[in-house]
C-alpha cells in the first residue's frame, strides 16, 4: 500500500514546484511586455522558455491529479466501512424524503384536481340554470303565461346573479390553481434533486464496492493459482497432465492486462514436490453420496 504520508510530501513538494514555476513565468511575462524585447533574439529566447515552464506545470499538475487519486484511495481502502455505512444512510435519508415529498405532492395534485372541477362545475351548473330560466321564460311567453313568465324572469334574474358569483369564485380559483401548479413545480424540484442525491450516493457505494470486490476476486484468484499449481503437480506425478487445466483462463481486475492459463499453472507446479503434494489436510466436511 503507497504510504499517505509520502504522497502528502509528494504533493507538497510538486505545489511548490508550481509556485516557483509559475513566479518565474511571471517575470518573464513582465520583460515580455516590452514590445522591443519581445521582438529581439532574446525576447523570442525567452517565449519559448515561458512555453517549456507552462508545460512543466501542466505536467505537474497531472501529476499532483495522480496523486490525489491515489490519497483517496487510500482514504477509501482505510475508511471503507465509514464510508459505506454514510452511503447507505444518505440513500437512506433521502429515499425517506422522496416518499414524504411525493405524499405532498400527491396531495397537492388531488387538491388541484378537486379544485379545478369545482371551479369548472359551478360555472357549468349556473349556465345551465340560466338557460334553462330563458327557456321558460320564452314558454310562458308564448302561451300568455302571465305568472309563469313572471317567475321565469325572478329565475333568470337569480340565475344570472348566481353565475356572476361563480364566475367570481373562478377568478378567485384560478389564483389558487396557480399557487397550487406553482408548488408541485417546487416540489417537483424537490423530488428530483432527492432522486438525484439517491443516485449519486448510490454511485458512490457500487464504485467503493466495486474496489473492494476487485480486491476480493484477486485474492480468490491467486488463492486459486496456488491450488490449482499443485492439483497439476500431482496430475503431472501420476502421468495425467496432457490435457491438465485445458483451456483455463482466468483474469486479474487490479492488473491490467494480466491473466493466467495453463502454462502459467505448469511452471507454477515444478516447485511442489511429492512430500508438498501430500502435505494437505482432510476433514470430514466433504460431502458423500451415498449409493441408493
Known amino acids: 500500500m503507497k504510504n499517505l504520508e509520502q504522497l502528502k510530501a509528494r504533493r507538497s513538494k510538486h505545489e511548490a514546484e508550481i509556485h516557483e514555476l509559475e513566479e518565474q513565468i511571471a517575470r518573464w511575462e513582465g520583460h515580455l511586455n516590452d514590445a522591443n524585447f519581445a521582438a529581439s533574439p532574446a525576447g523570442n529566447d525567452l517565449l519559448i522558455n515561458v512555453r517549456d515552464a507552462e508545460?512543466?506545470?501542466g505536467r505537474i499538475e497531472h501529476k499532483i491529479s495522480v496523486i490525489d487519486q491515489d490519497i483517496a484511495w487510500i482514504d477509501r481502502k482505510t475508511n471503507g466501512?465509514?464510508?459505506?455505512a454514510g452511503y447507505k444512510a444518505t440513500m437512506e435519508n433521502w429515499s425517506l424524503d422522496k416518499v414524504d415529498l411525493e405524499g405532498k405532492r400527491k396531495a397537492l395534485s388531488t387538491r388541484l384536481a378537486e379544485t379545478k372541477s369545482q371551479?369548472?362545475?359551478?360555472i357549468a351548473d349556473a349556465r345551465q340554470a340560466e338557460e334553462e330560466a330563458a327557456r321558460a321564460y320564452a314558454q310562458?311567453?308564448?302561451?300568455s303565461d302571465v305568472e309563469g313568465e313572471k317567475k321565469a324572469a325572478e329565475d333568470a334574474q337569480k340565475a344570472a346573479r348566481v353565475l356572476n358569483i361563480a364566475m367570481e369564485?373562478?377568478?378567485?380559483?384560478v389564483l389558487i390553481i396557480t399557487a397550487l401548479e406553482q408548488e408541485i413545480e417546487t416540489v417537483d424540484k424537490h423530488i428530483e434533486e432527492a432522486g438525484q442525491e439517491i443516485l449519486k450516493a448510490e454511485k458512490s457505494a457500487v464504485s467503493l464496492a466495486l474496489e473492494r470486490?476487485?480486491?476480493?476476486w484477486d485474492a480468490s484468484v491467486k488463492g486459486l493459482l496456488a491450488v490449482?499449481?499443485?492439483l497439476y503437480a500431482a496430475k503431472r506425478y501420476m502421468g495425467r497432465d496432457g490435457m491438465a487445466f485445458n483451456g483455463f483462463k482466468v483474469g486479474s481486475q487490479l492488473e491490467e492486462n494480466t491473466s493466467w492459463e495453463s502454462r502459467h499453472l505448469a511452471s507454477m507446479s515444478a516447485k511442489f514436490s511429492p512430500s508438498q503434494i501430500i502435505d494437505i489436510q482432510f476433514?470430514?466436511?466433504y460431502p458423500v453420496n451415498n449409493a441408493a
Open 81 to 84: 466501512v465509514e464510508l459505506m
Open 140 to 143: 310562458a311567453v308564448a302561451w
Open 55 to 57: 508545460s512543466k506545470v
Open 213 to 216: 470486490l476487485e480486491e476480493e
Open 283 to 285: 476433514t470430514d466436511e
Open 119 to 122: 371551479a369548472e362545475k359551478a
Open 228 to 230: 490449482g499449481a499443485k
Open 169 to 173: 369564485h373562478q377568478r378567485q380559483q
